[in-house]
């Protein structure tokens, strides 16, 4: 059965720092991973997708990378500002036939202006 | 398009009471889920469905639990009777096949 982790659960730094959350996953037999942003009382966006035949993928201030065969992935912040506090939460599609995405518990990330 | 669409955003409804969810996916979208999210157990996949067909229902907590996906645009997940403990945020997401998910703004269930 496909677990994920994440760490830390939260997380509280001043602004302009550079920042990284992790993430980990049992099973290492995924399609893709995915990270999403969530604001308190509303729903996930999506910020990057890494299909399991890539390392890493960039979007803006965010690079994400994953090491599949270590079951884990990265998801890197440049500069943080206030507007980057949310929940971060990162998703794996397990293998084989299914498309389900098992999510991680999230990491609570604030900036301190 | 609008993305994932779901209805109504809050529900407050007396237990013993039967809830219905409703969720448009966005067009084109093969793969369809229902998630529910709490403070103690995060979000948990209850159901999803692949070209209408559901694929995996092992997420369902129990027979008061049901979910129908009559055509690609149009999802439902019902729960009767309801029950305190079904309070909770229920999410629905979409994605073509093995690929990026969206999700909906969520529905926030109260039952007393």
């Known amino acids: 059965k496909q677990e994920v982790t994440q760490i830390p659960a939260a997380l509280s730094v001043p602004e302009g720092e550079n920042l990284v959350l992790n993430c980990s996953f049992t099973?290492?037999?995924?399609?893709?991973l995915q990270w999403f942003r969530q604001d308190p009382g509303k729903g996930l966006t999506s910020l990057l997708l890494?299909?399991?035949?890539?390392r890493e993928q960039t979007s803006g201030r965010l690079n994400a990378s994953l090491d599949k065969s270590s079951g884990r992935s990265t998801l890197y912040i440049a500069a943080s500002q206030p507007g980057d506090s949310a929940t971060y939460l990162c998703?794996?599609?397990?293998?084989?036939?299914?498309?389900?995405?098992?999510f991680g518990t999230g990491t609570l990330l604030a900036v301190q202006p | 398009d609008a993305g994932v669409i779901q209805s109504p955003r809050h529900e407050v409804t007396e237990m013993g009471q039967e809830v219905t969810l409703r969720c448009k996916p966005i067009?084109?979208?093969?793969?369809l889920f229902w998630y529910r999210q709490t403070m103690m157990r995060g979000l948990e996949l209850l159901i999803y469905?692949?070209?209408?067909?559901?694929?995996?229902d092992s997420g369902m907590p129990e027979d008061r639990f049901s979910a129908k996906m009559p055509n690609a645009s149009f999802s439902t997940l019902k729960i009767q009777p309801s029950e305190p403990r079904d309070s909770a945020v229920y999410f629905c997401?979409?994605?073509?096949?093995?690929?990026?998910?969206?999700f909906g703004q969520g529905t926030r269930l109260t039952v007393v």
């Open positions: 890494i299909q399991s035949s890539q």
């Open positions: 469905f692949n070209n209408n067909v559901p694929i995996d």
């Open positions: 067009s084109g979208h093969n793969s």
């Open positions: 099973d290492s037999a995924i399609y893709n």
């Open positions: 998703a794996v599609s397990s293998g084989g036939a299914t498309n389900k995405l098992i």
């Open positions: 997401a979409s994605s073509p096949l093995y690929t990026e998910a969206f």
